[in-house]
């Protein structure tokens, strides 16, 4: 991992910042919410007793306390907002909730709904009906069959009956039966209760619409088949239910004055039943300003909402912990969730009691937005600041690092290449005037190069010293040994003297062969630069190689025409003599050493190739360095890795360069010699 | 008188083991031999009598370059009395200095004892063939060149061209037989030498150097790359 990575990672903790940041919001969050909820609950509490001390604004019949019961044909009646029109249809009523189907025992399906506004009662009656029979003329409501629908009524006057049907469907109006003077039942209108029979394909529907002055705390519902003996509903005459249970009048306009912007009132009975509604949870100020700005980080910050209820949608109920607990007695308060978008929302509810007795709740819901609000703009400004300094603290990071990278890369590569291809050192190193660790680094390798050259510029000059050195002693045995055979010897002391004389006469050619590299310098300081044509003299020296190296195969090529170059003939037979050499040496026995001179642009190319093993990659560049030998001498020459070294230094003195390289096809090692054309 | 008649060779080393040896080689030739440790007392020795010959290493003692200074004293003593350097320094610059100094030879360290004490013989004869009057059966002629190998003179066109007693027998192995390619081994067998293949080759440059101030248009050694040298007429 690169240092510039490591350091961005490092950086990259610096977003520690915004992540107490947002804990800090959320422990904010979640006081500024238990506030709310002791303050909405307080708010509810208020509602609640206001509420109890005026119960016959509230409650439409105080003194009920029986349960609804819709199994029992209890019915509750939705407020409506607007007059509906009389077309059989209820979309206008805009009740969310469907129809309450009607208990049956022989499988006819009715669905009943009721609504109410402005000093009427709606009732929707839906009846599935594969076959419509007619009312037929002057009717005998108690003999005849036809589809119809019965409805009783507890009016001021006493209990009154009505039924609907008809031979048309479309605008009717309800009728009742009356006996008349002859004692015969008969049916009469009643215009002011009027209704619309819609036949559709499943059935029918009927909406109905009554004068409230007609209606009393009681109404039954009942539908009949005109054939067979399918009804569902509840006959006038059943004791229990049929109560209906309406939103309290005025009460909603009541609870208006309680509230402020932003919350919503709820007034629910002892059944949950919603009595009176005001306000609404969303702000109409706030609601502007927060779509023009969307806090995206809000996602970040936001509590964890995953395990909270979603809000109860009944039209016509409340429910929810909330609720059952201020029902039982208890105010409390709850965090709910509200629609698709998942709003958070404060519900708090507080019972009614009067007298002792639990009327109903008041329920309070509040958005919470007022606190997001708060917590959003005392955070943007926090969040938005780490996120800069974060941002900040990153990019310097990253741009120190890559400054501190680009420096340990030049201190690299420089140390990569300071040791030349030619084995010269470099000594000056790049950054080492720095006074950090990085130029205390680059001093070290200042150091440590200097010690290197010092060791190689010994090791260079070990070998004419020591071929030097040792030339006087060696001079000393072989001259005593000279000596002593001109004493006059016996055989087996000849003999002993012949091995002393062949042990100094190879002391004497390692000697020179160590001293070779120091000659060939000190001569090429002596040489004289002449022009000569290097293709005769490759020509004579390839003949006497051939007389030379008998075993080994010689293939020459050569430009038609002289090739003049400038420089020390007897030098560059030198070069050529150690090439040459090298290359029998490592030519397998019967394998060929090509020379080929060529002129390529400016310069001679001398190219001498043999079959021979093939140099290891990493060698390459090292070849030609002083002191440098690779092979395991199995020979009696010694080798001392000055060879190519002698090379290189006729080449350079001749304006030239020395390569070696492997043939491309792998079938053998190419040493080059480049050298300026004249 | 026989001890009257030994020829008297000074040996200046500062090296006693060589230094005895080369006087017990040079003893048993028949040479009488004087040994010198440093250049001091060999030169009180020498202001008192000259020897017949002076074989004189370089570096004397603490003096690196003490042999060329005694050379030089030498020299300015007496003109003709014989002087080989023999040393361990083999740099070309070395040979060039002790030759110019007058010098008649100059040799490394390897070379064998034997080859000492034929080079010193050659030296006396060539003395002792100067007091002689001329005999023409020695004197090699080719073209402008004339040898005369009992004197070991050698003259281009008349003028004489002052050579080591090695490179005199260098020009000598190649003009007895022009147009023979002699390798190198072949010139250190003529010039009783052991040499390796640069000093040859700067001998060779330094006689070519020596003929080319008497006749820059000199061209008579030739090269055969990578075999030796011939000479041509």
Redesign the interface.
């Known amino acids: 991992m690169s240092i510039r990575l490591q350091l961005l990672i490092v950086a990259l903790t610096t977003l520690v910042l915004p992540w107490a940041g947002c804990q800090y919001a959320k422990e904010l969050e979640t006081a500024l919410r238990s506030s709310q909820e002791q303050s909405l609950l307080a708010s509810a509490a208020t509602i609640a007793n206001a509420l109890s001390a005026q119960p016959q604004r509230v409650f439409h019949d105080p003194d009920d306390t029986q349960a609804f019961s819709a199994g029992a044909g209890d019915l509750y009646v939705y407020p409506l907002v607007t007059q509906p029109l009389l077309d059989g249809y209820r979309q206008d009523w805009d009740v969310p909730a469907e129809p309450t189907p009607l208990p049956t025992t022989t499988g006819y399906r009715a669905r009943l709904q009721a609504g109410s506004t402005e000093g009427f009662l709606y009732l929707f009656i839906e009846v599935a009906d594969s076959h419509f029979d007619a009312e037929p003329n002057n009717v005998q409501p108690d003999t005849d069959r036809f589809d119809r629908v019965n409805l009783a009524l507890d009016g001021p006057n006493g209990r009154e009956a009505y039924f609907f049907g008809t031979d048309a469907p479309g605008l009717i109006a309800a009728q009742s039966v009356v006996k008349g003077e002859d004692g015969v039942d008969r049916a009469v209108a009643e215009p002011r209760i009027q209704a619309f029979w819609l036949q559709t394909a499943a059935g029918y529907h009927l909406e109905a619409r009554i004068p409230l002055s007609f209606v009393g705390r009681h109404l039954w519902v009942e539908a009949l088949d005109g054939r067979g003996k399918g009804r569902a509903g509840f006959a006038a005459d059943s004791a229990a239910g049929g109560r209906l249970f309406f939103a309290t009048a005025g009460l909603d306009s009541l609870l208006e004055t309680f509230i402020g912007d932003g919350t919503r009132a709820t007034v629910i009975d002892a059944n949950a039943l919603k009595l009176g509604t005001a306000g609404t949870v969303v702000s109409k100020k706030r609601g502007e300003t927060e779509e023009s700005e969307p806090i995206w980080y809000r996602y970040f910050l936001g509590v964890d909402t995953s395990d909270m209820p979603m809000l109860s949608m009944s039209p016509d109920h409340l429910s929810g912990e909330s609720v059952s607990s201020a029902l039982n007695g208890h105010p409390h308060a709850q965090w709910v969730l509200r629609g698709s978008h998942r709003e958070l929302l404060l519900t708090a509810a507080a019972p009614i009691v009067i007298d002792g007795h639990l009327h109903g709740a008041v329920v309070l819901q509040q958005a919470a937005d007022q606190l997001l609000a708060l917590r959003d703009r005392a955070l943007s400004r926090l969040f938005n600041l780490t996120l800069i300094a974060t941002a900040a603290a990153v990019i310097t990071m990253f741009a120190f690092a890559t400054w501190l990278s680009l420096r340990i890369g030049r201190l690299r590569d420089a140390a990569d290449s300071a040791v030349g291809s030619d084995g010269r050192i470099q000594l000056s190193m790049p950054e080492s005037a720095s006074a950090d660790e990085i130029g205390a680094l680059s001093r070290g390798f200042e150091r440590l190069l200097a010690r290197l050259n010092e060791h190689a510029q010994y090791l260079r000059t070990l070998g004419g010293k020591l071929s030097?050195e040792l030339?006087?002693p060696l001079?000393?045995v072989?001259?005593?040994l000279?000596?002593l055979e001109?004493e006059g010897l016996r055989d087996d002391q000849r003999r002993y003297i012949t091995r002393a004389r062949e042990g100094t006469q190879r002391l004497?050619s390692i000697l020179?062969a160590l001293g070779a590299a120091a000659?060939?310098e000190?001569?090429i300081k002596?040489s004289d630069r002449v022009n000569f044509d290097l293709r005769?003299?490759l020509i004579?020296?390839?003949?006497?190689?051939r007389d030379?190296f008998p075993g080994t195969r010689f293939v020459l090529h050569t430009p038609e025409d002289p090739c003049f170059a400038r420089g020390a003939?007897?030098l560059m037979?030198?070069l050529?003599?150690k090439l040459i050499e090298n290359a029998v040496d490592f030519c397998p026995p019967d394998g060929t050493v090509t020379v080929r001179l060529e002129r390529v642009q400016a310069n001679y190319c001398l190219q001498i190739t043999n079959d021979g093993p093939l140099i290891p990659e990493a060698l390459m560049g090292r070849l030609f360095e002083s002191l440098f030998e690779q092979r395991q001498g199995d020979d009696d020459k010694p080798h001392f890795g000055l060879g190519l070294y002698i090379v290189r230094l006729i080449a350079e003195f001749h304006g030239g360069t020395a390569v070696a390289s492997n043939r491309d096809d792998g079938s053998g090692v190419v040493f080059s010699i480049m050298l300026p054309l004249i | 008188m026989i001890q009257l008649m030994k020829k008297q060779i000074a040996i200046v080393e500062d090296e006693p083991a060589l230094r005895e040896n080369y006087a017990a080689a040079l003893a048993r030739h028949g040479y009488s031999i004087k040994t010198y440790g440093n250049r001091r007392t060999a030169m009180q020795a020498f202001s008192t009598r000259l020897p017949d010959l002076a074989i004189i290493d370089i570096s004397l003692e603490d003096e690196a370059e003490g042999g060329f200074d005694l050379c030089r004293d030498l020299r300015a003593l007496s003109a003709e009395l014989p002087i080989i350097f023999l040393t361990a320094r083999d740099s070309e610059l070395d040979a060039v200095s002790g030759l110019r100094l007058g010098a008649d030879d100059f040799l490394t360290k390897d070379v064998s004892l034997p080859h000492l004490a034929a080079r010193v013989a050659a030296l006396f004869r060539r003395i002792d063939a100067l007091r002689r009057p001329d005999n023409a059966a020695e004197i090699v002629r080719r073209g402008a060149l004339s040898i005369d190998g009992e004197k070991m003179q050698t003259t281009w066109n008349g003028t004489p061209v002052t050579l080591s007693l090695t490179e005199f027998w260098i020009v000598h192995a190649l003009a007895k037989n022009p147009g023979h390619v002699k390798n190198r081994q072949q010139l250190m067998d003529a010039a009783n030498v052991v040499l390796d293949d640069n000093t040859i080759t700067s001998h060779i440059k330094r006689v070519r150097r020596k003929f080319q101030q008497v006749d820059a248009a000199f061209d008579a050694i030739q090269t055969v790359y990578g075999m030796g040298y011939r000479w041509v007429e």
Do not use: F, K, W
């Not at chain 1, 004579?540 to 190689?545: D, G, I, V």
């Open positions: 030097h030339r006087t001079t000393i072989r001259s005593s000279d000596n001109s004497q020179s000659r060939v000190e001569s002596q005769e003299l004579s020296a390839l003949a006497a190689y030379g003939p007897d037979v030198q050529l003599d």
